[in-house]
T-cell receptor, first 113, second 114 residues
Framework: AQSVTQLGSHVSVSEGALVLLRCNYS??????LFWYVQYPNQGLQLLLK??????LVKGINGFEAEFKKSETSFHLTKPSAHMSDAAEYFC???????????FGAGTRLAVHP | SQTIHQWPATLVQPVGSPLSLECTVE??????LYWYRQAAGRGLQLLFY??????ISSEVPQNLSASRPQDRQFILSSKKLLLSDSGFYLC?????????????FGPGTRLTVL
């Protein structure tokens, strides 16, 4: 069965610093992988997804993620954090054939001046 | 593109009262639909999902039920609310024909049971 582990429930960075949010997955088949962002009291917004093809995926708001099969990872990065990036981020893997996404526990990103 | 609507945005209900939360989908037909709950400081818990009218799968035993009376309508209900039902409820849907299970989320309903 698929599963997702997000390392670090809270991450804090300075404005302008690199953002790195870690996600490792477990899947018996080639996975579809997703990153979502949630701002306070809002629904989840899709940042980016990996299905097939290029392993470096670019998303909205300057975020990108790289699918590394050998490491079973799909870490999210952004070169320079902005105050508006403060939010909770969820990594997810598709439970293929069961029409469901398996979500990680989430990582809350804080950005300080 | 697909849009998920939810209402109400916030709701305060007494213990023992009934509940009805509605979710509607715009921009696609025959979507898969999902209800999630987020308790304070916790991740997403999948409650129900539906692959078609009248077809409901329950993920966890609970005080809640779901129905799908129309293709693009998904309702979450309870006959008697418990304190533990408080949380942020999110509806999500997939685009019909999508092979990647990408889910699009509504804005959520904040439920407080007192």
């Amino acid at each position: 069965a698929q599963s997702v582990t997000q390392l670090g429930s809270h991450v804090s960075v300075s404005e302008g610093a690199l953002v790195l949010l870690r996600c490792n997955y477990s899947s018996s088949v080639p996975p579809y992988l997703f990153w979502y962002v949630q701002y306070p009291n809002q629904g989840l917004q899709l940042l980016l997804k990996y299905t097939t093809g290029a392993t470096l995926v670019k998303g909205i708001n300057g975020f990108e993620a790289e699918f590394k099969k050998s490491e079973t990872s799909f870490h999210l990065t952004k070169p320079s954090a902005h105050m508006s990036d403060a939010a909770e981020y969820f990594c997810a893997v598709s439970d293929l054939g069961y029409n469901k996404l398996i979500f990680g526990a989430g990582t809350r990103l804080a950005v300080h001046p | 593109s697909q849009t998920i609507h939810q209402w109400p945005a916030t709701l305060v209900q007494p213990v023992g009262s009934p509940l009805s939360l509605e979710c509607t989908v715009e921009g696609t037909s025959n979507p898969n639909l999902y209800w999630y709950r987020q308790a304070a400081g916790r991740g997403l818990q999948l409650l129900f999902y539906s692959v078609g009218i009248g077809q409901i799968s329950s993920e966890v035993p609970q005080n809640l039920s779901a129905s799908r009376p129309q293709d693009r309508q998904f309702i979450l209900s309870s006959k008697k609310l418990l304190l533990s039902d408080s949380g942020f409820y999110l509806c999500a849907g997939t685009t019909a024909g999508s092979s990647t299970d990408t889910q699009y989320f509504g804005p959520g309903t904040r439920l407080t049971v007192l």
